[in-house]
């Protein structure tokens, strides 16, 4: 039988004295697109950040690839996470930040490689992303992806600030990247929900 | 090596932004020049009170850039790209201590220069004043890094760093001045510069282990 790449069991995770996630459980097969729906402040960045690690739920437990969240080392360069918006060294250009990040990731990748995919996202080459538009933030964070290559994504707000261009280059990441592994993303837009996704899960607010 | 990347790339980004250089070297200048004022004009007075001021001095500039080498992530919001990195993250550590410590032994080595021009250090002895200053800049550099890091995602972080760190270093500052004034100092018996050198050692080697085995944990939100 195969594993599911991530399995939410009964987590609980609250700020302060507010409760945000609430005995929320999912699991994601592999292949899958799964995006979480509802309104601002239900948990779905929350859950997002659960699933990568990054906190700690009080309650429950996340398995990633079939462990444990909390034993997984090398498998956390697994994981490709696109925040919203996303995070990258304002002071450094496109390509010092993909290049950069991959070589801490310890997946150095080709000066070549880097200029491909900035290319492929129609970036332009050395200019330092305090001068990027949001859009243009998302379109690096799409070559990002493309060069790690995660077996799962996380996406939160993808396709803000996207054009159409953007768009098209986006579903085109999700699918490439579900195929290899998972996908699980946050959004208000049910329309491009219903485009990408294989499986719609609507969160609602913690009581 | 990734820890080096790290190092090279905070080097990098400070060089471009200059904030945290340009605040250090700020502070340096006008405590100095106030310390001058204050201790001068005699020969003597300055003499004996330089190395308190260049450790003193040297200190307070490296907290600023200990919050600096973390702030660096804050500002940008890549910490969690840094965490998300395969592996243990002990690295993580390493690579801002790096960065601290290549920081401090530039400014360290500057300061050095003109703290003798003012406070009429002989810059005679400049191999035995280079090894105190690799010794307390190391010793400093281990323990500003693991608490910068630990405070790197509380509002209060510039305050509590000092709170934390100070009452931790004073070993390292005390035995600094104290070596600093032995080698400085003429008639002063070299191997009681040597057991502060020894000290040193000691604080460099113990708490670079702790800190390098409890980073881990403690960076985890």
């Not at chain 2, 945290?20 to 502070?27: N, Q």
């Not at chain 2, 300061?111 to 250090?121: I, K, P």
């Not at chain 2, 995602?153 to 305050?159: C, G, N, P």
Request: hydrophobic fraction near 55%; proline fraction near 5%.
């Amino acid at each position: 039988m195969v594993e599911p790449v991530v399995e939410v069991r009964r987590v609980w995770k609250r700020f302060g004295r507010q409760w945000v996630l609430r005995d929320v459980q999912l699991a994601v097969e592999p292949g899958e697109i799964v995006a979480l729906l509802g309104p601002n402040g239900v948990g779905k960045t929350t859950l997002l950040r659960v699933i990568a690690t990054l906190i700690r739920p009080q309650r429950g437990e996340v398995r990633l690839f079939g462990k444990p969240a909390k034993a997984i080392e090398q498998e956390r360069g697994w994981i490709g996470l696109v925040a919203n918006p996303p995070a990258f060294y304002r002071h450094l250009s496109g390509e010092e930040n993909l290049s950069q990040s991959l070589a801490l990731s310890s997946k150095p990748v080709a000066a070549a490689e880097v200029a491909t995919a900035m290319e492929r996202v129609g970036l332009p080459a050395g200019r330092p992303v305090a001068a990027y538009s949001s859009g243009m933030r998302k379109r690096l964070a799409l070559a990002r992806t493309m060069l790690q290559k995660p077996r799962l994504l996380l996406l939160d707000e993808p396709e803000t600030a996207l054009d159409s261009g953007g768009r098209e280059e986006l579903v085109e990441v999700i699918k490439s990247a579900a195929s290899g592994g998972a996908v699980v993303l946050a959004t208000h837009d049910h329309g491009f929900a219903g485009e990408i996704a294989s499986r719609l899960v609507e969160m609602e607010a913690a009581r | 090596m990734r820890a080096w990347v790290l190092a090279l790339r905070d080097l990098r980004l400070e060089m471009r932004g200059r904030a945290g250089l340009l605040s250090a070297f700020s502070f340096i200048a006008v405590v100095l020049f106030i310390m001058g004022i204050a201790f001068g004009p005699e020969e003597a007075n300055l003499r004996r009170a330089g190395p308190g001021v260049l450790w003193v001095a040297l200190a307070f500039a490296g907290s600023m850039l200990a919050s600096r080498a973390w702030a660096i992530e804050v500002e940008n919001e890549t910490l969690d790209e840094l965490l998300l990195t395969p592996g243990s993250r002990e690295w993580i550590y390493v690579g801002k201590l790096l960065f601290l410590w290549l920081l401090m032994l530039v400014m360290g080595a500057f300061l050095l220069v003109l703290v003798a021009a003012w406070f009429y250090l002989p810059l005679s002895s400049w191999p035995q004043l280079f090894v105190t200053l690799v010794l307390g800049a190391t010793g400093y550099t281990v323990v500003a890094a693991f608490y910068a890091g630990l405070t790197v995602r509380l509002r209060a972080r510039d305050v509590l760093l000092y709170l934390l760190v100070f009452p931790l270093i004073l070993p390292v500052v005390l035995a600094a001045v104290k070596a600093t004034l032995g080698i400085v100092d003429p008639v002063a018996d070299f191997a009681e510069v040597v057991s502060w050198w020894k000290l040193l050692g000691v604080f460099d080697v113990v708490y670079a282990t702790l800190c390098v085995l409890l980073f881990p944990a403690v960076i985890e939100g």
